[in-house]
């Protein structure tokens, strides 16, 4: 555990209405739920004030990859919240493989006890847990951050 990066990190799970927000403790040692932010002209601001209220120095975007390794319109969609994330933010942004999250989320809700309808904000934020507690997870196995840098293209 020693190459990992303590501080504080927020997770975002990107949706077509909404996006689940999840940060993690300075040890990296638990995800917990944040928010649900609406997909809107504000989205972008109010992570950023989410990382700036929390003290983050990183956040990390789920990249919904396809089962197969390719790439999707949910894909391209996550890629363009996480460079309006960082113009918004300014902080490092990791792009992170989180093919499973919202399934995972999904099935914890519903052994839980909670019906579908009932866990449709919920369900956001659960995804944004779980793939940050992955990637923490990841990063304090192998000492290496999970995911890759988002660079975002230069202004023209």
Request: hydrophobic content about 40%; charged content about 25%; overall charge neutral.
């Amino acid at each position: 555990m020693s190459d990992f990066r303590r501080g504080v990190r927020l997770g975002v799970d990107v949706g077509k209405a909404r996006v689940g927000v999840a940060r993690c403790d300075r040890d990296g040692l638990l995800a917990v739920p944040v928010e649900t932010v609406p997909r809107d002209g504000r989205t972008a601001r109010r992570i950023t004030e989410l990382a700036d209220e929390h003290d983050a120095f990183e956040i990390l975007v789920g990249l919904p990859i396809s089962l197969s390794g390719g790439e999707t319109a949910s894909t391209a969609d996550a890629r363009a919240v996480a460079a309006e994330i960082a113009a918004a933010s300014g902080l490092p942004i990791r792009l992170v493989d989180e093919r499973l999250s919202t399934v995972s989320a999904h099935a914890a809700l519903r052994d839980s006890g909670r019906s579908q309808r009932s866990s449709r904000k919920l369900v956001d934020q659960i995804a944004a847990v779980v793939l940050l507690q992955q990637a923490i997870d990841v990063e304090k196995s192998t000492g290496i951050p999970a995911g890759a840098l988002h660079n975002p293209p230069e202004p023209v």
